[in-house]
């Protein structure tokens, strides 16, 4: 069974800093483009970032460029999402989501809500 | 970025009832185009991509049509356990984005 668990979110003051961690089982996680999306609370869904198999090729989307860092251990079978100069509109629940081909996915974690707020 | 417009915003539906959902996007975006449920306080769950194709697991009810810029997501015979948010995404270039939702609930 394909499985994406997230861990690392909490409250953080303004510009302060997280690591979101997404811990994958069910599938060769090498063999995967990997996503971040988010949510914010009672809001829609927001595309973060993306990085291909070997995390070789990275995107971004403009709100976050600069400030998060989208890296992966294959030998860990491991995403990560580094946040930065974190901001109020950054608050949401972040998904680790497993993409079957560029662009596309298929399997989403739970979730973990990160809350930017003094 | 291209924008992702769903209609209706939301609607009211009976057991059994055919629903349809539509996506218009902003641009050309061929058959790029993928569709999610999410229910209160879940993860989204992955229906369709390439417009069309059911994602594994899927069942049949469930289906996509379209290409360019106009798509639909048409659900056979509405279940309880269909009643739910719906979006739209478009994965043509980056960065993705996503419809504002369609919320389906009960009549």
């Known amino acids: 069974e394909v499985q994406m668990v997230e861990s690392g979110g909490g409250l953080v003051q303004p510009g302060g800093s997280l690591r979101l961690s997404c811990a994958g089982s069910?599938?060769?996680?090498?063999?995967?483009?990997m996503a971040w999306v988010r949510q914010a609370p009672g809001k829609g869904l927001e595309w973060v970032a993306t990085?291909?198999?070997?995390?070789?090729?990275?995107h971004y989307v403009d709100s976050v460029k600069g400030r998060f860092t989208m890296s992966r251990d294959n030998a860990k079978n491991s995403l990560y999402l580094q946040m930065n100069s974190l901001r109020a509109e950054d608050t949401a629940v972040y998904y680790c989501?497993?993409?079957?081909?560029?662009?596309?996915?298929?399997?989403w974690g739970q979730g973990t809500l990160v809350t930017v707020s003094s | 970025d291209i924008q992702m417009t769903q209609s209706p915003s939301s609607l009211s539906a009976s057991v059994g009832d055919r629903v349809t959902i539509t996506c218009r996007a902003s641009?050309?975006?061929?058959?790029?185009l993928a569709w999610f449920q999410q229910k209160p306080g879940k993860a989204p769950r992955s229906l369709i991509y390439?417009?069309?194709s059911l994602q594994s697991g899927v069942p049949s009810k469930f289906s996509g049509s379209g290409s360019g810029t106009d798509f639909t997501l048409t659900i056979s015979s509405l279940q309880p356990e269909d009643f739910a948010t719906y979006y739209c995404?478009?994965?043509?270039?980056?960065?993705?984005?996503f419809g504002q939702g369609t919320k389906v609930d009960i009549k």
């Open positions: 069910g599938f060769t996680f090498s063999d995967y483009w």
């Open positions: 990085i291909m198999q070997d995390g070789g090729e990275k």
């Open positions: 995404q478009q994965y043509y270039v980056y960065p993705p984005t």
């Open positions: 641009q050309d975006i061929s058959n790029y």
């Open positions: 989501a497993r993409n079957i081909f560029e662009g596309v996915t298929a399997d």
């Open positions: 390439a417009a069309s």
